[in-house]
């Protein structure tokens, strides 16, 4: 009796567990947004490219903002307004 609690324990012991379906449908969501991401970066590199380098720095890099300035040879007062209109430019574009 007590070897059977054990191999059940071993196989999450009762714990509901998520369907393949439901892995599915969660990784195909987070692939499309990470695409459409990328589309948006993309549109943003070509209208602002400063902006987008700025945002890989902060967003992607998770570098702060005097090392994004130090990093792009700008003021830090330069990176600070990019680093917020790329993030005004990016909100807009994802809330249309």
Known sequence: ????ERLADKRGGGIAHDTLSA???EL???A???VELDDLLCKLERQHPSFARVFECRYFAGLSEQETAD???MSLRTAQCEWNQARQWLSKQLAA
């Open 71 to 73: 990093a792009l040879k």
């Open 28 to 30: 195909q969501a987070e």
């Open 32 to 34: 499309t947004e990470l």
């Open 23 to 25: 892995v599915d449908t």
């Open 1 to 4: 009796m007590r070897a059977r």
